[in-house]
């Protein structure tokens, strides 16, 4: 069965849009974008997209390249103190002058709608509820849950271990009460922990996932993305091969890549709570 993150995230979003209509005051989403990079100039207008849909008010701040750290960090405090901004985003990549922990640090957590400051994560870490979480994550956890695939005492193996997926996929799945393998670049016997798992998240961006998988209702949940020798875009699984074997597997595109913007709408919604 395909995890169909795409028609998950427009149910998603219908529900984010009935509750942004019954708030007193509009969200404000700013969105802060540094520099050219075309892929981030194409994620944040995909975000402004999904906010006008739900009714969310959003900001794209454009900062040219050269802007210093430190002109960044005052903006950054300004949004934190002004009280008609609920959720700060600042799109990654930065560049290598700024240092991207001080620029998530800056971010006040109660408007951290991406959940990547410390006060969230650590939150996250130690069982108590963040503010928000991560939205690619969340996403994910969205979409199991969208078709009942139970995470209690599941096998679950996460590949990749970010601060922005891997590390935070293993805390929710922890959260509710699956067992975790996390992997990476050093991790042996990779094909043999894959198969042998009820759920597995490839968070990669690199064909890492080509094996059959040993139980036929296992989970696969493709987050990479990237371009392959033909200049399509692709995931971290083969899909053909493991699809053949497993019971669940989501696509790319349409899985995961819209289920992550359909969180950070409902984390932008969040807000009043
Ligand atoms: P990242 O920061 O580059 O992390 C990649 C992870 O993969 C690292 O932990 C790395 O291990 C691990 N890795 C690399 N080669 C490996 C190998 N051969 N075997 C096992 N693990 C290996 O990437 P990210 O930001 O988490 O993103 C991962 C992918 O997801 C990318 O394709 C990105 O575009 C995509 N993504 C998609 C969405 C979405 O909404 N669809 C959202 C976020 C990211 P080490 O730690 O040992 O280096």
Known sequence: MILDG?????????????????????????????????????????????????????????LPDSISEEILLNKIKEYNEDSDITGILVQLPLPVHIDKNKVVTAISPKKDVDGFTPENV????????????????????????????????A???VIGRSNIVGKPMAQML???????????SYTKNLESKIKTADIVISAVGNKIVRCKMDKKNSVIVDVGIFKDSNG??????????????AGYISPVPGGVGPMTIASLMYNASKVYE
């Open 6 to 62: 795409k028609s998950v995230s427009i149910k998603v979003l219908e529900l984010v849009r009935d509750k942004v209509s019954t708030l007193p005051k509009l969200p404000h989403l700013v969105v802060i974008l540094i520099g050219d990079d075309p892929a981030s100039k194409i994620y944040v207008k995909n975000k402004q997209i999904a906010a006008q849909k739900v009714g969310i008010k959003s900001t794209i701040i454009n």
């Open 122 to 153: 650590g939150r996250l870490a130690i069982g108590l509820e963040p503010y928000f979480y991560p939205a690619t994550p969340q996403g994910i956890i969205m979409l199991l849950d969208e078709y009942k695939i139970p995470i209690e005492g």
């Open 155 to 157: 096998d679950a193996v």
């Open 174 to 184: 922890l959260k509710r009460n699956a067992t975790v393998t996390v992997c990476h």
């Open 232 to 245: 399509r875009l692709t995931g971290d699984v083969d899909f053909d091969l493991v699809s053949s074997s």
